[in-house]
Nanobody, 124 residues
C-alpha cells in the first residue's frame, strides 16, 4: 500500500520556522520525484517545491525562494521542507505528492500519489 504521511505543521508566528516531513512507503522511492503543494482557503492548490530523489531540486515557487529548502533522505524514504521567515500568506494546508514521470513539476495532475496534508498557520 502506497502511503505519504505529512507531519510537522502547526501554528507559528510570522518570522518563525517549521520543518515539514513527508514519510513515504509502498513504492520505490528512488524512482520518484516528490513535490510539495499548498492550498489556502478559497485558493487553488499551488506548487511550492519539488525534488528528484536522484537528481536534486527541480524548482521552488518564486514566493518561497530564499526562505524554503527541500531535501530528501533516501535512506529514510522521506522528504523535508524547511520553511524559514514564514509569512501570514504561507498559511495553507501543505501536501506532499509523488510522481513517477514528470514533464511539468508544477502540474499537480502529473503526480501519482498524495498525502492527506498538514496544516500550517502563520500568525501575523
Amino acid at each position: 500500500e502506497v502511503q505519504l504521511v505529512e507531519s510537522g505543521g502547526g501554528l507559528v508566528q510570522a518570522g518563525g520556522s517549521l520543518r515539514l516531513s513527508c514519510a513515504t512507503s509502498g513504492f520505490t522511492f528512488d524512482d520518484y520525484a516528490i513535490g510539495w503543494f499548498r492550498q489556502a482557503p478559497g485558493k487553488e492548490r499551488e506548487g511550492v517545491s519539488c525534488i528528484s530523489t536522484r537528481g536534486g531540486v527541480l524548482y521552488y515557487a518564486d514566493s518561497v525562494k530564499g526562505r524554503f529548502a527541500i531535501s530528501s533522505d533516501n535512506a529514510k524514504n522521506t522528504v523535508y521542507l524547511q520553511m524559514n521567515s514564514l509569512k501570514a500568506e504561507d498559511t495553507a494546508v501543505y501536501y506532499c505528492a509523488a510522481a513517477r514521470r514528470l514533464v511539468d513539476a508544477y502540474n499537480a495532475g502529473e503526480y501519482d500519489y498524495w498525502g492527506q496534508g498538514t496544516q500550517v498557520t502563520v500568525s501575523s
